[in-house]
């Protein structure tokens, strides 16, 4: 069974940083796409950043220039460094990966940032 677990969320002030990491139970590359949503109260769950096929990046347009998706092959994870915080970043981070067609999320973690 395949398990994404998220950790590194939390509390921030606004401009500050965080980083998530998402440790996979299966090789990272063997999915064909991994990455972060998110998810506000009241809001649907939107895109944060993820790696698509053939590795191809893809950010939420509201996290551009201020997320950064990396992999880390040693940990076999997934990480969220999340830079210049604000407040309407709040929300349930998840990672969400599709292997084989199929579709797997973690359980999700909470970043609060307060302003």
């Known amino acids: 069974q395949v398990q994404l677990v998220e950790s590194g969320g939390g509390l921030a002030q606004a401009g500050e940083s965080l980083r998530l990491s998402c440790a996979v139970s299966e090789d990272i590359f063997s999915f064909q796409v991994i990455g972060w949503h998110r998810q506000a109260p009241g809001n649907p769950r939107e895109l944060v950043a993820r790696?698509?096929?053939?590795?191809?990046?893809e950010y939420g347009d509201s996290v551009k220039g201020r997320f950064t998706i990396s992999r880390d092959t040693a940990k076999n994870s997934v990480d969220l460094q999340m830079t210049s915080l604000k407040s309407e970043d709040t929300a349930v981070y998840y990672c969400?990966?599709?292997?084989?067609?199929?579709?797997?999320w973690g359980q999700g973690i909470q970043v609060t940032v307060s302003s």
């Open positions: 790696f698509g096929r053939g590795g191809k990046v």
């Open positions: 969400q990966g599709i292997q084989w067609y199929v579709e797997h």
